[in-house]
């Protein structure tokens, strides 16, 4: 069975802090993908990133970075210098390979105070 | 990219009433459709898979009677909460996987979500 999970339940930072998410995953497939996605108040998922199980580049886009661990099973996201525009709950998700069902970690809410 | 709409975006009803959400690919064709739930504060639930043409896959503790998914067009599928009660009260979200032309996605595209409050 897969399973994700998010340690932090809520984190909350000043204004151009640097904040990282943290990730775990289990799974016993050797091909999946990991996602995150953020979740405004509005509701709607956000995607943010995908890695497949055979990159463990490291990848950033602007202020986020993501550090894709295999061996320690982990994918962690970082957000640098943040915004409060950045306030909301951030997913991470696990998918099987074939684009099967995704399981998805209980979420950890960023309160980013000005 | 791929986009994925829902409809309604809110819906408030009675108990005992049924409410049908529906959840369209725009862009591409939606061979398999999920559909999650999330109640408040807490993570997306996967309540179903539907492959079009075929019965929907219920996740344990799901009820098929309750909840009834029609996957019948590679476009389109819906989700039916039948006799809602209070309880049914949630964010229900769809998302799609599937092909546009040559191109096979491998993930999944999420909608924006149907708000349901049962009275």
């Known amino acids: 069975a897969q399973k994700v999970t998010q340690a932090q339940t809520e984190i909350s930072v000043v204004e151009k802090e640097d904040v990282t998410l943290d990730c775990v995953y289990e799974?016993?497939?050797?091909?999946?993908?990991l996602f995150w996605y953020k979740q405004p108040p509005s509701g709607e998922l956000v995607f943010l990133i995908r890695?497949?199980?055979?990159?463990?580049q490291n990848e950033i886009s602007g202020r986020y970075s993501w550090n894709f661990q295999k061996s320690t099973s982990s994918f962690n996201f970082t957000i640098t210098a943040s915004q409060v525009v950045d306030s909301a709950v951030y997913f991470c998700?696990?998918?099987?390979?074939?684009?099967?069902?995704?399981?998805f970690g209980d979420g950890t809410t960023l309160t980013v105070k000005p | 990219g791929a986009v994925v709409s829902q409809h309604p975006s809110w819906v408030i009803c009675k108990s005992g009433t049924s409410v049908k959400i529906e959840c369209r690919s725009l862009?591409?064709?939606?061979?398999?459709m999920f559909w999650y739930r999330q109640f408040p504060k807490q993570s997306l639930m996967l309540m179903a898979t539907?492959?079009?043409?075929?019965?929907?896959?219920?996740e344990q503790g799901v009820e098929k009677d309750k909840f009834l998914i029609n996957h019948a067009s590679l476009t389109l599928s819906t989700l039916t909460v039948t006799s809602a009660h209070p309880e049914d009260s949630s964010f229900y979200i769809c998302?799609?996987?599937?092909?546009?032309?040559?191109?096979?996605?491998?993930?999944?595209?999420f909608g924006p979500g149907t708000r349901l409050t049962v009275l």
């Open positions: 539907s492959n079009e043409g075929s019965k929907a896959t219920y």
């Open positions: 799974t016993r497939d050797t091909t999946y993908y």
């Open positions: 998302s799609a996987t599937g092909t546009s032309g040559r191109l096979s996605y491998n993930e999944q595209f």
């Open positions: 862009d591409f064709q939606a061979t398999t």
């Open positions: 998700a696990l998918s099987e390979f074939n684009a099967g069902k995704s399981t």
């Open positions: 890695r497949n199980s055979f990159d463990e």
